[in-house]
């Protein structure tokens, strides 16, 4: 789905993943569940493009929910995946700690719980190969995307800032719809190895500037970084 010039969405508001594009290619944030790769092929039909316009493909943190097609994009295709060193063997073997799941309801959990299995999320393929990236570091992808350290959702949780898009991806550094509970609007992702940390991350994306935060789970929310924070803080 188009948002704006050179953004797409990939997925729902359940899970989603985006895809940049411009004229020397495609940059993807995130790659959903394994069952997005249909999603992914009909985006880029739509453009008249194939997977091999596709020039990188950045996870925002390294959990399941994230990195669905990217082994199949990177084996079948070559497609570079770049992810946070300190999420390189989350990413690579989905080891993580437990984290308590916080307040729930029936009905969107097992919304949640169903849409995965439909796309197949039950059963991931972790990457087997990455690139590390560190905070600050400007990807030679299209786009120019900026890594932007987020630790708190997991150790190398990063927001990516894509100022030709106009957009801040942030995973699940923050979130506008709680899978577990459905309520919307900016707010603390579940899920969160530390929250604290992850309220305080909140403050590395408050200076950039951006009309749109994207996160993994939840709508697209039209607004400035800044006000996202602020948002969650009230919230």
């Not at 991806?169 to 577990?180: E, Q, Y």
């Not at 899920?191 to 940390?197: G, S």
Request: aromatic residues 4%; without cysteine.
């Amino acid at each position: 789905m188009k948002l704006a010039p050179h953004l797409h969405r990939l997925g729902n508001d359940v899970v989603a993943s985006y895809l940049i594009d411009t004229a020397e290619g495609i940059t993807l944030v995130d790659a959903g569940l394994p069952g997005h790769w249909q999603d992914l092929r009909n985006e880029l039909r739509s453009l008249g493009k194939s997977a091999d316009d596709i020039r990188g493909l950045v996870l925002t943190h390294g959990d399941s929910d994230h990195i669905g097609f990217a082994e199949r994009l990177r084996s079948e295709h070559g497609v570079p995946v770049f992810v946070h060193a300190a999420d390189a063997d989350r990413a690579r073997t989905g080891d993580k700690p437990k984290t308590a799941f916080g307040p729930m309801r029936v009905g969107p959990t097992l919304g949640f719980l169903g849409y995965s299995v439909r796309k197949n999320g039950l059963r991931p393929r972790h990457v087997s190969e990455v690139t590390e990236v560190g905070d600050g570091d400007v990807l030679d992808l299209p786009g120019q995307p900026v890594i932007v350290s987020m630790p708190g959702h997991s150790p190398g949780s990063v927001a990516v800032h894509v100022p030709l898009a106009d957009a801040v991806f942030v995973g699940d550094a923050l979130t506008t719809r709680h899978v577990l509970t459905g309520r919307t609007g900016p707010q603390p992702a579940p899920f969160t190895d530390d929250p604290a940390e992850a309220l305080a991350s909140l403050d590395r994306i408050a200076p950039l500037k951006a009309s749109w935060v994207l996160p993994g789970h939840g709508a697209p929310w039209r607004t400035s970084p800044a006000e996202v924070r602020e948002a969650i803080r009230k919230s």
